[in-house]
């Protein structure tokens, strides 16, 4: 087993690599799951293969990325989480996903922050933004229990609206 690189009171978090495909794709392929993200449109496995690869560089040139959320009890993958650049944008944004059984338990808001508090620990990365659809609700809600505050909106080049949150690390977050 990879090694973890955190561990909260319900998930192990580690680096993925290519055997965790098939449950990238059991997230990111779901349709329901991916109707807030980009075009909602699910990904396929070979966009899935792409984005561990990216990860992997992301791993190598910043030491961070997308990481596997693995249930505490039973090491299954459940999800996905990550201090990511979305584009080659300059700032940190947190990213999540998790297969659909295991929304509303509070186990997004765990893997968010948990990794915040990592991510300023181990990289001093004090400010980080997450991106929500206005509609996706929910999403809002985990960001706000994991601490971060929703700022103004951001209009993007299609016209569609953006609900951006930010979080600045406090010098307690490194502690937790």
Same mark, same amino acid.
């Given at each position: ?111 968010? +922050? =948990?990794? &915040? ?11 980080? !933004?997450?991106? %929500?659809?206005?509609? @996706? ?7 706000? +229990? =994991?601490? &971060? ?11 569609? !609206?953006?609900? %951006?949150?930010?979080? @600045? ?8």
């Amino acid at each position: 087993m990879k090694p973890l690189i955190i561990e909260t009171a319900r998930l192990r978090v580690r680096r993925i690599g290519p055997e965790d495909v098939n449950a990238m794709f059991d997230v990111y392929g779901d349709a329901e799951a991916m109707r807030w993200v980009d075009d909602g449109s699910p990904i396929t496995r070979a966009e899935c293969e792409d984005w561990i690869r990216v990860t992997h560089k992301n791993y190598e040139v910043r030491g961070y990325g997308m990481f596997a959320l693995l249930d505490h009890e039973s090491s299954e993958i459940i999800g996905f989480c990550g201090l990511v650049h979305p584009g080659g944008q300059t700032g940190v944004e947190i990213k999540y996903a998790l297969k659909r059984e295991f929304w509303g338990k509070g186990l997004a808001t765990e893997a968010v +922050k =948990a990794l &915040l508090a990592w991510g300023a620990d181990c990289f001093g990365i004090n400010h980080v !933004i997450a991106t %929500v659809d206005p509609e @996706n609700k929910a999403s809002q809600r985990v960001l706000l +229990k =994991a601490g &971060l505050q929703a700022v103004d909106p951001r209009t993007n080049d299609d016209g569609s !609206i953006t609900q %951006v949150f930010e979080w @600045n690390a406090s010098p307690s977050d490194a502690d937790r």
